[in-house]
């Protein structure tokens, strides 16, 4: 058998594209893709409605062609992420990854999205997610909004890392708002850098997941990659740039203006941010919405809106987002009664 994590043998292929596959699968990820006690695979015949027939490592897959592809898509996404470490330790991999699968096919995603960097590819795990990816190799300006665990700033810290690898770009600028989020932090001490780095350090973290942090350092040292407060962008011409501006929900409407005014030649400009976790002390000062409704007819820029299905972190944060939006409602209902 040739050295493969999937072998497949197509055995063969009616008019009807009603046929069979042999899917052989490594001892390594058999608990994983088969599950505890064999229970995925009563999953895929429920789920696609095919026959599968299984001998020790090998799976006999027959019926429906699409569907049987579908299944072996989602087999190898689930391999993939597994030799990455990028499963969550609380759900059923395989059967996320089959459910994300049928959607995908459903709603015509033709590819997954790979973005490839120096420690891993990175795949987008929804429609939309995918669409970001796309999107981010395409438009001059792109905002991506949306609930926290959507993969906004990593799937956009990702893809600059890929376009810089692939001489796209001659750097990466990564930005925030120094805003404290409802805390005093005080006085700092050390120089500069030692007093803005609390703020910054969500984005070095995405940074140090995609490359090493040895090869990291040199490339902010030789300034091909820098990290720097949102105020420092003022006055700049930022050219052959891969630009992020995070928690872009914590920028007035006359910074974000004059972040995107500093989009030169040759650059991309991404901005990021959650409308409802402002730290601003009125939620009226921020700008992200208010940007977005004057610059989205522009061709060359892109509005994505990451909902709750798109959240990848763990399952809990779905429920304590929907739990508080639940709370929010109530409240705005219970003051907009009294008024």
Do not use: W
């Not at 063969?12 to 490594?26: A, D, M, P, R, T």
């Not at 750097?171 to 005093?184: D, N, T, W, Y």
């Not at 304590?320 to 008024?339: R, W």
């Amino acid at each position: 058998m040739k050295n493969k994590t999937i072998e497949e043998n197509h055995l063969f292929n009616f008019e009807q594209k009603l046929g069979s596959k042999i899917v052989n699968i490594e001892n390594s990820h058999v608990l994983e893709v088969f599950g505890i006690n064999n229970e995925n695979l009563k999953f895929f015949e429920n789920n696609l409605s095919i026959k599968i027939y299984q001998k020790g490592n090998q799976l006999n897959l027959i019926g429906d062609l699409r569907k049987i592809n579908i299944l072996i898509d989602a087999i190898k996404k689930t391999i993939y992420e597994k030799k990455n470490f990028l499963r969550n330790e609380n759900t059923n991999l395989m059967q996320e990854n089959l459910k994300m699968k049928i959607l995908s096919d459903k709603e015509n995603i033709k590819n997954i999205n790979i973005t490839r960097t120096v420690k891993s590819d990175v795949i987008g795990k929804s429609k939309m997610q995918n669409t970001y990816l796309e999107i981010l190799r395409s438009k001059q300006i792109i905002f991506a909004i949306g609930p926290a665990g959507t993969g906004k700033t990593f799937l956009a810290v990702a893809a600059a890392v890929s376009q810089l690898l692939e001489n796209n770009f001659d750097r990466i600028i990564l930005s925030r708002p120094a805003v404290e989020a409802g805390e005093k932090l005080g006085f700092l001490p050390g120089d500069l850098k030692d007093k803005v780095d609390p703020y910054l350090r969500p984005l070095y973290d995405a940074l140090y997941d995609l490359i090493p942090s040895d090869v990291a350092l040199k490339k902010i040292e030789s300034s091909e990659i820098e990290i720097a407060p949102l105020a420092f962008m003022r006055g700049r011409t930022l050219n052959n740039s891969f630009v992020i501006l995070d928690e872009a929900q914590n920028a007035t409407h006359n910074q974000i203006k004059m972040f995107l005014t500093r989009c030169g030649k040759n650059s991309r400009m991404v901005v990021i941010g959650d409308p409802s976790q402002t730290d601003l002390s009125r939620r009226a000062d921020s700008g992200l919405l208010r940007s977005i409704k004057i610059l989205q007819e522009i061709d060359e820029v892109a509005v994505i809106n990451f909902g709750h299905k798109d959240i990848v972190r763990d399952k809990m944060v779905t429920k304590i987002i929907n739990a508080y939006d639940s709370y929010d409602d109530q409240i705005k209902d219970l003051f907009d009664k009294k008024s």
